[in-house]
Nanobody, 126 residues
C-alpha cells in the first residue's frame, strides 16, 4: 500500500511564499511514483475541491488559471517527492491542499482520483 504524505503548510501573510512537499512511501513506492501523474488539489471551506497543478510522469506541468505565474510544481523521481512552490500568495489561496496521484489528473473529476494524501492547511492572512 502506498501512502502520500504532505508537509509544508502553514500561516503566511499575503504576498509571501510557501513550499509544499508530498512524499510517497510504502510497498513499490518508486514504481508507483514513476508511473503516475502527481498533483495538488485544494479545498476551501464551502467550496468544491479543485485541481491547482499537476505534473505528468514525463515532467510536463499544467496549472489552474488562478495560480499560473505564481505556483510551480516539480517532482524528484529519485526521492519519490513532488513539490508545490507557491509565491505571491493571496487570501483566496487559503485552503487545505491535498497531494494526489493517478494515471492522469487533468481532464478527470476529483472524485475519480484514486490516491490522496491527508491534506495540509495553508492560510494566507491579509
Amino acid at each position: 500500500q502506498v501512502r502520500l504524505v504532505e508537509s509544508g503548510g502553514g500561516l503566511v501573510q499575503a504576498g509571501g511564499s510557501l513550499r509544499l512537499s508530498c512524499g510517497a512511501s510504502g510497498i513499490s513506492s518508486s514504481t508507483f511514483f514513476s508511473t503516475n501523474a502527481m498533483g495538488w488539489y485544494r479545498q476551501a471551506p464551502g467550496k468544491q475541491r479543485e485541481l491547482v497543478a499537476a505534473i505528468t510522469r514525463g515532467g510536463t506541468a499544467n496549472y489552474a488559471d488562478s495560480v499560473k505565474g505564481r505556483f510551480t510544481i516539480s517532482r524528484d523521481n529519485a526521492k519519490n517527492t513532488v513539490f508545490l512552490r507557491m509565491n505571491s500568495l493571496k487570501p483566496d489561496d487559503t485552503a487545505v491542499y491535498y497531494c494526489a496521484a493517478d494515471q492522469k489528473l487533468f481532464g478527470i473529476t476529483y472524485q475519480d482520483v484514486r490516491y490522496w494524501g491527508q491534506g495540509t492547511q495553508v492560510t494566507v492572512s491579509s
